[in-house]
């Protein structure tokens, strides 16, 4: 589905997404660059409004022109654009993609009705208590015109679903006899109509001296009982019941309530298949994660992930948390909104991840919940080990800048990342350890500069860049080993302001220095900037071999010669 704004809002100049019927969209962005508008938008496009002012004035971006809303439907073979026009002070209308008005005699008329009758469940912060009623009654209703479609189709097996054989038999019966009983309605009214169309008609010729003039008045064909009828007359409520009070309205509880409520009761109809034929009916929340703590917003993102997989999900999001890239999904496309088009971040490819992949994701996900920040941020670095994220999240601090750093803790999940990052065409760097330190034995050696080509490989374009720590991050910077257990301390001597009793501690100024050089020429992307002696960019593979070829070459010696000695022990014992 293509989706098109113009005039409406902040989109001034026509403003275009792309995305696919069967996906879970994410839109993201900062303030005030349309996300909310984009889903009201689509909102709006879906309503049937007969009176002029339905959009207020202030949101036409020019009064003197036109709010055109332009939606294109099916595949290539079978595609259907509507445009949907609004005038100040005027109703809206439909056109067809040659600017031809969609009446009653169009032929794109019917398929027109097919469509906005599948209106999109639309959730938005700021929801007052009628809307939220409007939409569980239309959830209610869409429930009820579910279960009728079933009714009236219904072929199961009458022993298995006796209940609903006898639902079944009874709504057939009432189908034939309502309409009987509406034509012997229609019977009489009309006899009393003929008599009111006489005394008229008489009354007329009379007034106007003309016997041949006359007045008819009829009474409508009844087109039968059917489930639109009944939905008609239906109506519903939600109550929340708690430990300090039963039967609250739904509208009367917290924000942050209502909008899971409402998400959980559209989760639950679909997992019950309670939707009836509507299969595409999209679901547009705005900003779901608003008023929610943390762990309901990650409680919220497995259930959308859940209704992302039976029905198309486009939401506007400022969390991170929201993007779940581990999850299995039909597929996922992540945009950022541009001044003229949303731009594709992301789309998922699912052949592209294997099974290490999809656990390298998830435990990233367990340990660093906002590692999906780099959706959001204008430069993107991934580094091996905590010391050097450490290091590169406090100058980025410091300085201001947006710059977004993961923790990748280990190669195999740089690759990974690598993999995702490629996907949306990002521009980004990767700083990792070499490991080719010689406490390693030559089998550790030879696996280390497998995962460093395995790295190179991945970069995909010349916008990503390489660097490489030697032996590691801690040995580059001239502190040498550090345990695990002591790198926290570590770095926080070496990180501390450099003023007053703060000052950075002798053993550690020249390691500070160069880490904020690293750092400075990493983020301000300075081509061919002269490194410290420990760290290299890398441009191309055979480089590696340089790094570790000599001392491959000399463990291997010395572990031949440890085994010979080993072998010569043996048989003399």
């Given amino acids: 589905?293509?989706?098109?704004?113009?005039?409406?809002?902040?989109?001034?100049?026509?403003?275009?997404?792309?995305?696919?019927?069967?996906?879970i969209v994410i839109l993201t962005g900062r303030n005030n660059t349309g996300k909310s508008t984009i889903l009201e938008s689509i909102n709006c496009f879906f309503q049937r409004e007969a009176k002029a002012k339905t959009i207020p004035n202030d949101c036409f971006s020019d009064r003197d022109k036109e709010i055109v809303l332009k939606a294109e439907f099916g595949s290539d073979n079978d595609k259907i654009i509507i445009v949907?026009?609004?005038?100040?002070?005027?109703?809206?209308?439909?056109?067809?993609?040659?600017?031809?008005e969609i009446k009653a005699r169009?032929?794109?008329?019917?398929?027109?009705?097919?469509?906005?009758?599948?209106?999109?469940?639309?959730?938005?912060?700021s929801m007052l208590p009628d809307d939220i009623n409007a939409l569980i009654q239309n959830i209610y209703s869409e429930i009820l015109k579910g279960d009728l479609q079933k009714l009236?189709?219904?072929?199961?097996?009458?022993?298995?679903?006796?209940?609903?054989?006898?639902?079944?038999?009874?709504?057939?019966?009432?189908?034939?006899?309502?309409?009987?009983?509406?034509?012997?309605?229609?019977?009489?009214?009309?006899?009393?109509?003929?008599?009111?169309?006489?005394?008229?008609?008489?009354?007329?010729?009379?007034?106007?001296?003309?016997?041949?003039?006359?007045?008819?008045?009829?009474?409508?064909?009844?087109?039968?009982?059917?489930?639109?009828?009944?939905?008609?007359?239906?109506?519903?409520?939600?109550?929340?019941?708690?430990?300090?009070?039963?039967?609250?309205p739904l509208s009367n509880q917290g924000t942050g309530l209502q909008r899971m409520?409402?998400?959980?009761?559209?989760?639950?109809?679909?997992?019950?298949?309670?939707?009836?034929?509507?299969?595409?009916?999209?679901?547009?929340?705005?900003?779901?994660?608003?008023?929610?703590?943390?762990?309901?917003?990650?409680a919220l993102s497995r259930s959308l992930y859940k209704i992302g997989r039976k029905m198309p999900l486009m939401i506007s999001t400022h969390s991170p948390i929201l993007i779940d890239l581990s999850e299995k999904h039909t597929s996922i496309q992540v945009f950022r909104i541009g001044e003229k088009e949303a731009i594709e971040l992301f789309k998922s490819v699912s052949e592209q991840f294997g099974k290490n992949d999809i656990k390298n994701m998830k435990v990233l996900n367990y340990v660093d919940s906002y590692v999906n920040e780099f959706f959001f941020a204008n430069k993107v670095v991934i580094v091996e080990g905590d010391t050097e994220y450490i290091a590169f999240k406090h100058f980025a601090k410091q300085k201001n800048y947006n710059v977004h750093i993961i923790r990748a803790r280990g190669k195999a999940t740089i690759a990974t990342l690598m993999k995702v990052l490629n996907q949306f065409n990002s521009h980004y760097v990767v700083l990792h350890d070499v490991d080719n330190h010689d406490k390693h034995s030559s089998t550790t050696l030879k696996a280390q500069l497998t995962n460093c080509k395995n790295i190179f490989a991945l970069k995909a374009n010349e916008n990503i860049r390489v660097f490489c720590s030697i032996s590691n991050f801690e040995n580059a910077i001239g502190i040498g080993d550090v345990s695990n257990d002591k790198k926290t301390k570590v770095i926080y001597e070496l990180l501390r302001e450099n003023d007053g009793e703060d000052s950075v501690s002798d053993e550690y100024t020249e390691a500070y220095r160069k880490v904020e050089n690293l750092f400075e020429k990493i983020i301000n992307r300075e081509e061919k900037a002269a490194l410290d002696v420990g760290f290299l960019q890398i441009s191309q593979v055979e480089e590696y071999d340089e790094?570790?070829?000599?001392l491959i070459s000399k463990k291997s010696a010395a572990e031949e010669v440890e085994k010979r000695k080993k072998d010569e022990g043996a048989l003399v014992s």
Wanted: proline share 3%; net charge negative; no cysteine.
């Fill in 1 to 23: 589905m293509s989706f098109s704004v113009t005039n409406y809002k902040v989109f001034k100049d026509t403003f275009t997404i792309d995305f696919s019927n069967d996906s």
């Fill in 84 to 100: 949907k026009k609004y005038k100040v002070e005027s109703a809206p209308a439909f056109y067809d993609e040659t600017g031809v």
């Fill in 106 to 125: 169009h032929e794109l008329k019917e398929k027109l009705d097919k469509i906005l009758s599948n209106q999109p469940f639309y959730i938005t912060p």
């Fill in 152 to 248: 009236e189709r219904f072929e199961g097996d009458t022993e298995k679903e006796r209940e609903l054989y006898l639902l079944a038999q009874e709504y057939s019966r009432l189908r034939e006899s309502y309409p009987q009983f509406l034509r012997k309605i229609k019977i009489n009214t009309d006899k009393i109509l003929q008599n009111v169309s006489s005394d008229v008609s008489q009354n007329l010729q009379m007034l106007f001296s003309n016997e041949h003039l006359s007045l008819n008045v009829t009474g409508g064909e009844s087109v039968g009982f059917s489930a639109s009828d009944i939905l008609k007359s239906t109506s519903s409520s939600v109550h929340i019941d708690s430990s300090k009070q039963t039967g609250m």
């Fill in 261 to 298: 409520s409402l998400i959980y009761l559209i989760q639950n109809m679909i997992e019950k298949k309670l939707m009836g034929e509507d299969e595409n009916k999209l679901l547009l929340i705005d900003e779901p994660e608003a008023f929610l703590h943390p762990e309901a917003v990650r």
């Fill in 547 to 550: 790094l570790f070829s000599e």
